[in-house]
């Protein structure tokens, strides 16, 4: 999936922001040129990605930087975040990207509905193959998603290849050109069944908390079959 470069949000949203980070001996930590990874075989996430635009750079460098300036400290010392740190980093991603991502910014090209059916192909096209999904929004110009990803998966792929594909297709339908999606994504290692749950209803209620009304691209499991967004009459399935 090549349209588009890798994008890992950085905000931590109020619904999973509770869980601590893994002790280093239970996760891989990867650092891919900005923010290190955590991640665990089998486990399951909640992930946020966006659309290039959708964020003012300047705002994502400050964002990044003092993000980068915790977690290296911890790395270094080779200790966890403390929850000082946590709740640190929470108040600096939290207000501010979930803000800006919520009231619209940029050219929201996922409200084009051609547009947001490729992004919920690319998000439905492995799954039970390479994971499980539990719940996914497509917003305006971010992307949030529950999955559990199956042995052998990482992060890096799963989500390169859903904004690949959907970066492709967009592009196609949108004739533009160049990076589709922002190369950061976010991801939060779920811990607990409570924070599964927590993580599923925010995003179930973020298109309200964003003012969408009659918001098509939600999907939760175990609410009916599959179908498309597109055919469900905008509510949830």
């Given amino acids: ?92 991603s939290t207000p501010v990207i979930e803000r800006f991502l919520d009231s619209g910014a940029g050219a929201c090209h996922l409200q084009n509905a051609a547009v947001a059916e490729e992004a919920a192909n690319a998000l439905r096209y492995f799954d039970e193959k390479r994971y499980r999904l539990f719940a996914w929004c497509i917003m305006p110009n971010h992307v949030h998603v529950v999955a559990r990803f199956f042995p052998g998966q990482t992060l890096a792929s799963v989500v390169h290849s859903w904004k690949s594909f959907s970066a492709k297709r967009a592009n196609q339908i949108l004739r533009l050109h160049g990076a ?44 009916d079959a599959r179908p498309t967004a597109a055919e469900d009459g905008g509510a949830t399935p």
Avoid at 4 to 13: K, L, Q, Y
Avoid at 180 to 202: K, N, P
Wanted: proline residues 6%; contains cysteine; glycine residues 6%.
């Fill in 1 to 92: 999936m090549k349209p588009a470069p890798n994008d890992r949000s950085a905000g931590v949203p109020p619904a999973v922001a509770g869980a601590s980070r893994p002790r280093f001996g239970e996760v891989k930590i990867h650092d891919r040129g900005r923010l290190p990874h955590w991640e665990k075989d089998s486990a399951t996430y909640f992930l946020t990605f966006r659309l290039a635009d959708s964020l003012p750079k300047s705002v994502l460098d400050r964002i990044e930087s003092e993000r980068q300036a915790i977690v290296k400290t911890a790395i270094g010392l080779r200790r966890d975040l403390s929850a000082d740190e946590r709740a640190k980093i929470t108040r600096l």
């Fill in 180 to 223: 589709f999606w922002q190369r950061e994504y976010y991801d939060h290692l779920i811990r607990s069944e409570e924070e599964l749950e927590r993580a599923v209803r925010y995003v179930c209620e973020n298109p309200a908390k964003a003012r969408l009304k009659d918001w098509k691209w939600i999907w939760v499991g175990g609410r």
